[in-house]
């Protein structure tokens, strides 16, 4: 019985042990994705910007 215990023990263990890592590896993967996501925000305002000064050049040649 003692062992039947000592084993659930340490399979319940391991598997803890397992979710602990995918959970930070999940953790990190959230952060990656967040970081890119600000990036992407950054770089779609820049060209916003870019378009809108296109923009005004190109409506200089407008008749």
Do not use: H, P
């Amino acid at each position: 019985m003692n062992t039947q215990i000592s084993t659930a023990t340490q399979e319940q263990k391991m598997v803890a042990n397992e979710l602990s890592s995918n959970i930070n590896g999940f953790s990190a993967s959230i952060t990656s994705v967040s970081e890119s996501s600000q990036q992407n925000a950054q770089a779609s305002q820049e060209l916003a910007q870019l378009a809108a000064m296109l923009q005004g050049q190109v409506n200089v040649f407008k008749v």
